[in-house]
Each structure stands twice: as structure tokens, then as C-alpha cells.
């Protein structure tokens, strides 16, 4: 079992910084894949960025590349997304989520096993 909890979530001006942070308890071993989602009210869960827990490989939506950077620091069991030039579109709960599969399908949400319970961002124009 894998518990996700993220902080840092907030309301910012257009334009402005955030940065997201994903505690990672449990079963770290047997993780192999963690991502970033996000909802907006009435959307469906949209994928963000990804990065392998081991060689660090990163992935990104093309809504958020050059902006987003998603990483992680095994010793503390942590994986950040820190998100720049914040746009009002950006406005959503992001969540936090674990794969223990090795799977080239990594924007797909329902390869996921994990999820954290979701931090809203808010940002205004």
C-alpha cells in the first residue's frame, strides 16, 4: 500500500509561481511510474507530467511544457511539480498519483494505483 499526500496548493495571480509537493509513505518500493493530474470543475482528470521513479525520466502535457517542471528526491520520498507563468487555465485541484507497472501509457489516469487526495491552485487574471 502507498499513501499520497500533497500540499502547497493555493490561490495565485496570473503570471505568479507554485510549487506542489507529493509525501510519499508505504510501499515506496514497489513504485515505479509517479504522476501530476488535475480537474477543473466539469473537465475530466487531465494528465500533467509524469517521471519515472528510477532514471528520472520526465514527461509533460504540451499545455504545460517550458512552465511545469515535475521532480522527485527518493531520500525524502517526495515528488514536486513546480509550475511557473501560471495561467487562469491552469485553475484546478491537482493530484498526486503512484504506478507500481511499468507502462508506456502514463497520461492514461486509469493506470494508476495511487492518488493523493488533491490540492486545489487558483489562479486569477
Known amino acids: 500500500q502507498v499513501l499520497l499526500v500533497e500540499s502547497g496548493g493555493g490561490l495565485v495571480q496570473a503570471g505568479g509561481s507554485l510549487r506542489l509537493s507529493c509525501a510519499i509513505s508505504?510501499?515506496?518500493?514497489?513504485?515505479?511510474?509517479m504522476a501530476w493530474f488535475r480537474q477543473a470543475p466539469g473537465k475530466e482528470r487531465e494528465f500533467v507530467a509524469a517521471?519515472?521513479?528510477?532514471?528520472?525520466?520526465?514527461y509533460y502535457s504540451d499545455s504545460v511544457k517550458g512552465r511545469f517542471t515535475i521532480s522527485r528526491d527518493t531520500g525524502k520520498n517526495t515528488v514536486y511539480l513546480q509550475m511557473n507563468s501560471l495561467k487562469p487555465e491552469d485553475t484546478a485541484v491537482y493530484y498526486c498519483?503512484?504506478?507500481?507497472?511499468?507502462?508506456?501509457?502514463?497520461?492514461?489516469?486509469?493506470?494508476?494505483?495511487?492518488w493523493g487526495q488533491g490540492t486545489q491552485v487558483t489562479v486569477s487574471s
Open positions: 517521471i519515472r521513479w528510477t532514471g528520472s525520466s520526465t
Open positions: 508505504g510501499r515506496t518500493i514497489s513504485i515505479v511510474t
Open positions: 498519483a503512484a504506478d507500481s507497472r511499468y507502462s508506456r501509457r502514463y497520461t492514461d489516469p486509469s493506470e494508476y494505483d495511487y
